[in-house]
């Protein structure tokens, strides 16, 4: 009961990462909202609260953070990651990319601080988690252009608001995955030109010689969103299999 008493709202629950995570901390005792932009793959996720949420779309992220009251965690998950060198990009592609994986992130955690600090002021700590990634914006990998900066500005965004908010008890983390198996993965390489292929060049790049399951990553998660990571703030947090070696 690691996270007992907390409120904590985690988005892109639907699924790979964000669902697992929710379920890790509604089985450490927190009251957990889990949020996706499609409601139907919220669905199954029993012992949780459940909300439909495009985090792009300003007005739904006030929305949902006046009605989940003061958060003492909150688990940014969402992302997208397009595929290309600077050549490839396309303007639109490279909107998306920061719209999603940077400003939704900066809305929904400046919608929700408010009420964290309330919490902080009571309880001493509140936490935020940042989904980050090593790939490209901690080390270079190709064909990673817009991923890779967008990720990268994570960190940036990370480190600012853990500066900014450190001596009023929030703190504030990113966590920097390897290569996941989740169903994000799955579908890149299924559209891969030669998908076999794809996935042996996926687990190549894993010095521990395989891929991360979502339950290597989980025990991060609930580790930075519980007080035992009270004395850690504006960190990028590695859990790569040892690429970044």
Known sequence: ???????????????????????????????????????????????????????????????????????????????V???????????EDWAFAFELNVTAMMRLTRACLPGMLDRAAKTGSASILNMASMASSIKGFANRTAYGASK??????????????????????????????TPSLRGRIAASADPVQAEKDFIARQPMGRLATVDDIVPMVVFLLSDESR???????????????
């Open 81 to 91: 990651v397009h595929n290309g060198t600077i050549l490839d990009i396309a303007d």
């Open 152 to 181: 990268a500005a994570v960190i940036g965004l990370t480190k600012a608001i853990a500066a900014d908010f450190v001596k009023q008890g929030i703190r504030c983390n990113a966590i920097c995955p390897g290569t996941v198996d």
């Open 231 to 245: 004395f850690v703030s504006g960190q990028a947090m590695l859990v790569d299999g040892g690429v970044t070696i």
């Open 1 to 79: 009961m690691r996270l007992q008493g907390k409120t904590i709202l985690v988005t892109a629950a639907g699924q790979g990462i964000g669902r697992a995570s929710a379920l890790a901390c509604r089985d450490e005792g927190a009251r957990v909202i889990a949020t996706d932009i499609n409601g139907a793959l919220l669905e199954g996720l029993e012992g949780v609260e459940t909300l439909v949420l495009d985090v792009t779309r300003l007005e739904s992220v006030e929305a949902v953070a006046g009605k989940v009251g003061p958060l003492d965690g909150l688990f940014n998950c969402a992302g």
